[in-house]
DNA sequence: CTGAAAGCGCTTACAG
DNA sequence: CTGAAAGCGCTTACAG
């Protein structure tokens, strides 16, 4: 009901019988204000409910305190895990996170940039939309101000990255399958104007590569990168002449679509057929049968995105190296029996033999 | 690299030719313009790369346009829907929502609140952390900057609120399971200083009572509101000496955990004990069995608060009327053959007699 | 239709 | 240690 309160530093300065100036020192908490009087100006903050006015001080500082983070897919608890992951990291310094979503839409991608932009953010964090165009950020660039992409790169772009290490990821997990005597091995959904789907379908050739698997044996499907686009890219596979016994998928919400698929024909995931996921959701570990996949570390990635950023305007730079985050299997049900047993980067540099069956 | 541009008005007055008044009648739209003058300016404008200070006009004009969303566990995907049904509304509007997260902290809710003060905005829409004190939005309040509560209510406050109807939707889950000829039911996971919890168990009792059910053959039993806190009460639930045959949990997160945990005993879901979820998360339905559940309408209610506080925020007040969101019963698979049938609010307006096996 | 002037709430040299 | 003054980038009456 009361109207908006219009206390300022003025008013408070009266109370506390200061200038505004000492007034404003308190606020910034400066050592030159004497105790007393500084106690003497909190109480008056305290009495009249003062609320700072950071817009006000930002103007005039020229610079702000806020970061904003714009996310593709708010829905995919991927993200939401790594937006956390952020949150945490900005916590200890004092800026505010501000996130948005673009709902993996440029138009919107556009309009949320536009907006932090004319916010005054002092650094991005920005996990495109799919379908950027490569000119997106050009205002922000031109605008100098520091951002970083997660999880997602841009063909030809400058902009420092902190991505998972993709490439090893789907080379371990298709070593895995390989391992257990898969011969013929499908790659499920996606699409090739994602780096990361590139990546990924990399290090699972290179892997089939290695155990001498010929390319005609290997089925690589695009498709939705979601549970609906999981369960048709299984079908897809399956329906093929000579079709595949085991897939690595895209990400989890795919291999969670291809269980149920699996399922839905009859099939029991983990014995006729073998699935491995990516990015290790929380929800693979409680799924049925709980999903082996390869975790990326999602929060700590964000934790280092946020850092990597603070570091960015601290030092008024706009570069930064690329930050490739160690992956590793995790082995569960949904490629047979559980041998309890985590695969890591490590223990993976090389191809495991002589485990054909 | 390039410093951080500081085109202002005046330089693209300057280039263009005119006053910084006329510039900024521009940026407004305003009509009093004449439209050659305007596409000089938007010319300059273009070519000067000049990114609008929109804390500069907010401190001028002494109002905003951010609206915040504080949520309390960005993680659940049922928040996440609430954030985008909230970021649909806002879109038309011209309005930047920037959501935060409290991870159900009370401590971080505190700070968010006050950066979001600090920031200006000119409504806030709160799902507020459990545990929250009966006081931590008095500066809010005070201010006089329009709140709604979303999901979540506090017990003493008069802030309005955007909720589904809890007791209904317990209600009609808890007379689908009675209909079904389940004697002996259970109410899973939750803890009553959550005020949602309350409505549900009472809804829940309610029905009960209804079909005549003695309090002695229902258990509601206490627990976090996970996948695992289902898993814990559902072992407490059957390890009593008189166990029950179905139940109702708090959240759809709580469901998913007590299939899980009945899988582990052998029960099969559906044949053997049966489970109802709440919330409708977009997952039930992929899962397996398919969830039974609540459907609440979650991005439905989160357009309708985003609608609210923008209503509030222009007639200048803090105060509008509650919204309670209507509810249906989806059945799938979760509590034995699916009978292909849905029930809705309309038609479960008194109990299902004559159903009891 | 357009320009000159004041002011939003703060911070920052600069004196004292 | 504290006060008076200028200025951050915009908008808004007010003249013309």
């Known amino acids: 009901m009361a109207a908006r309160s219009k206390t300022t530093i003025l008013d408070i300065a009266r109370e506390a019988g200061v200038s505004k100036s000492t007034v404003s020192l308190v606020l910034q908490g400066s050592s030159l204000i004497r105790s007393d009087t500084a106690s003497k100006v909190r109480k ?29 897919d708010l829905t995919n608890p991927f993200y939401a895990e790594l937006a956390v992951g952020m949150e945490r990291a900005f916590q200890s310094a004092s800026v505010v996170p501000f996130i948005a979503n673009t709902a993996e839409s440029p138009v919107r991608q556009e309009e949320v940039l536009k907006s932090m932009l004319e916010q005054g953010v002092a650094g991005l964090i920005v996990s495109p939309a799919r379908g950027t165009r490569p000119d997106a950020f050009r205002q922000i660039e031109a605008a100098g101000i520091p951002m970083v992409f997660a999880m997602r790169r841009l063909p030809e772009s400058r902009v420092p990255v902190v991505v998972p290490d993709n490439w090893r990821g ?19 959904a996606g699409s090739p104007d994602l780096v990361v789907y590139r990546e990924r379908v990399g290090g699972f050739r290179e892997a089939c590569q290695e155990f001498g698997i010929p390319a005609s044996d290997i089925a690589v499907l695009e498709g939705e990168t979601s549970r609906k686009g999981g369960m048709a890219c299984l079908d897809r596979a399956l329906t093929a002449e000579d079709p595949p016994t085991a897939a690595l998928c895209f990400n989890d919400a795919v291999a969670f679509g291809a269980l149920l698929a699996l399922r839905r024909r009859g099939l029991e995931p983990g014995r006729n057929f073998a699935v491995v996921g990516f990015d290790d959701v929380a929800e693979a ?24 950023v603070l570091k960015m305007i601290q030092s008024r730079t706009t570069r930064a190296e690329d930050h490739i985050g160690a992956v590793n299997l995790v082995v569960r049900e949904s ?22 069956a």
């Open 44 to 72: 008056a903050i305290e009495e009249t409910g003062y609320v700072y006015n950071r817009g006000a001080a930002n103007l005039r500082k020229a610079y702000s305190n806020v970061i904003g983070m714009v996310v593709n």
């Open 170 to 188: 789907a080379a371990l997990a298709a070593r895995h399958l390989l391992a257990k005597g898969h011969r013929r091995l499908a790659f499920l």
């Open 285 to 308: 570990e409680h799924y049925m049968p709980a999903l082996t996949s390869v975790a990326v570390d999602t929060a700590g990635l964000g934790e280092r995105a946020a850092h990597m």
């Open 335 to 356: 490629c047979g029996p559980d041998r309890s047993s985590e695969y890591d980067t490590a223990k993976h540099d090389t191809p495991q033999q002589g485990a054909a």
